[in-house]
C-alpha cells in the first residue's frame, strides 16, 4: 500500500492489486516516470523497502504546447521530476531512520517501556503541567522484591523474562 498526493486532491492510498493500470507499472517498478493522458508526470517515490509512493507532477497546457515536439526538453524535464521524486524518498527515509533512532534512544530494548532519562524529562514537563492546569499527578514506582536473586539462582535469561512477563502486566 503507498500513498498517493496530489496537492488539490487528498492523499489515498493505494493497493499493487486494486490500481489503476498506469499506477501498477510504477508501483511494479515496471517504469520509472508514466505520463498521463492530461499530460501529467508520475513518478516512483522509492524508500528503503520499495515503492512507498508516487509523485504526481502537472504541467500546464501552454508548456505542453511549447516543448510538445522538444523531446530533449522534455526527457531533461522528466529528470528533473524523478531526482525530485528520488530526493523525496531519501528524505522520507532518513526521517523514519531518525525516528527509528530516537525510539531506541528513549525505550528499553527488553521491556519495551521507557527508560530513565525519557522518564526524567517526562516527569518536569508533566508535573509543570499539572501545577499549570492545576491537575492531579500520580506516580507508580514498583521495586521488585529479591530480583537479584532470580537473577542469581536462575540466569539472566530467566531474569529477562521475568521482567517481560512483569511489563507486559504493567503495560
Request: proline share 2%; aromatic share 8%.
Amino acid at each position: 500500500e503507498v500513498a498517493y498526493a496530489n496537492p488539490f486532491r487528498m492523499t489515498t492510498y493505494l493497493r499493487i492489486d486494486d490500481a489503476h493500470p498506469i499506477f501498477s507499472q510504477l508501483l511494479n517498478g515496471k517504469v520509472d516516470i508514466v505520463v498521463t493522458d492530461q499530460g501529467n508526470r508520475l513518478a516512483p517515490i522509492k524508500g528503503r523497502e520499495g515503492i512507498i509512493g508516487v509523485l504526481e507532477v502537472g504541467v500546464g497546457r501552454t508548456l505542453r504546447r511549447i516543448f510538445e515536439h522538444k523531446d530533449q526538453v522534455l526527457a531533461a524535464q522528466e529528470n528533473v521530476i524523478k531526482y525530485i521524486a528520488d530526493f523525496i524518498g531519501i528524505q522520507i527515509a532518513n526521517l523514519q531512520l531518525r525516528d527509528a533512532i530516537q525510539q531506541q534512544v528513549i525505550l528499553d530494548k527488553l521491556s519495551g517501556l521507557y527508560n530513565r532519562r525519557h522518564f526524567d524529562s517526562k516527569l518536569a514537563n508533566e508535573f509543570r503541567r499539572a501545577v499549570r492546569y492545576q491537575r492531579d499527578l500520580s506516580l507508580l514506582v514498583v521495586d521488585i522484591d529479591h530480583f537479584k536473586k532470580v537473577n542469581d539462582t536462575h540466569g539472566h535469561p530467566q531474569g529477562d523474562a521475568v521482567l517481560k512477563a512483569i511489563t507486559g502486566i504493567l503495560g
